[in-house]
């Protein structure tokens, strides 16, 4: 069942952006629901091709994904109790897309009682570049062992864990995350095994993690607005931080040692570099 938690979000948002002083009607979509579906799901890999792009258009909802077997790209189920979230897959030489159905939805959403639109896919091992564009929704994406080339997620009003609990198999050439009023935790980032990572918030409490095994110097950019960051570096590994945000509040736990705006921790091995940018809130590093 969806949280109503992240609708308000939404509606919130909508309100603020259209500003006050102004007489405004919004329009409100009824969502019938009906029998609750589930639905296999099986993609099988695409024959001939290098490197595989799969992407993922997910609207409300749950979605689960996490490491299987090369039998298919993609297996699992999808349930659902709206027609109109039938998943939709769409296959084009290297190319797969699997799309939250066909929805269109004018002002506010009104879902009743209960909403169901699960998805809950295992990936396989194979060489891909992956994205994941979803809106309000609850994530939680387990992606240690596979093989990414790239990695783009993109969302809105969301809370999500993603996690690297072992190292991908291939380097990683860059990681991009994109999000917006929401609860964003990443695990693991070490074993991501990326050169570079750009992390881009809203107003939300994010916490990034950068336990695992480091292969090699990465560099990080993050930029946010009124949020609160939470960076671990295990210790034992060499990182600094360059710090940009008048408005905002540093705290720190463990060996880092500061000078001027400029974070750091010594140690043996590959460097993590960090730009970060921050409008107003609370930055925390952490060194553990």
Request: with cysteine; aromatic share 8%.
């Amino acid at each position: 069942m969806l949280p109503k938690s992240m609708f308000i979000i939404l509606i919130v948002t909508m309100l603020v952006t259209m500003g006050c002083g102004f007489t405004f009607t919004i329009p409100v979509t009824d969502i019938n629901t009906g029998p609750t579906v589930i639905e296999e799901i099986e993609v099988p890999v695409p024959e001939g091709v290098d490197i595989v792009d799969l992407a993922f258009g997910f609207g409300a909802g749950e979605i689960r994904l996490s490491p299987g077997d090369e039998a298919a790209l993609v297996r699992g189920t999808a349930k659902y109790n709206v027609d109109d979230f039938k998943p939709e897959i769409i296959t084009s030489g290297d190319r797969v897309r699997i799309n939250t159905g066909d929805l269109e939805i004018s002002g506010i959403p009104n879902f009743g009682e209960r909403l169901e639109n699960e998805w809950d896919f295992e990936l396989a091992p194979v060489p891909m570049n992956l994205k994941v564009e979803a809106g309000a929704y609850q994530g939680r994406m387990e992606l240690g062992g596979l093989a990414l080339e790239s990695l783009r997620v993109s969302d809105g009003a969301s809370n999500v864990k993603l996690a690297f609990s072992k190292p991908n198999l291939v380097p990683m050439d860059s990681f991009r995350y994109d999000t917006g009023a929401s609860s964003v935790t990443l695990e693991g980032l070490a074993n991501a095994n990326f050169e570079d990572m750009s992390f881009k918030g809203g107003a939300g409490e994010y916490t990034l993690d950068f336990s695992g095994e480091l292969q090699r110097d990465a560099t990080i950019t993050i930029d946010s607005g009124i949020s609160s960051i939470k960076i671990i570096v295990p210790r034992g590994v060499d990182a600094k931080v360059f710090f940009d945000g008048g408005l905002s509040n540093v705290d720190v736990h463990g060996s880092w040692e500061k000078a001027g705006d400029v974070y750091s921790t010594s140690g043996d091995g590959p460097r993590l570099t960090f730009n970060v940018n921050l409008g107003a809130g609370n930055l925390e590093l952490v060194n553990r």
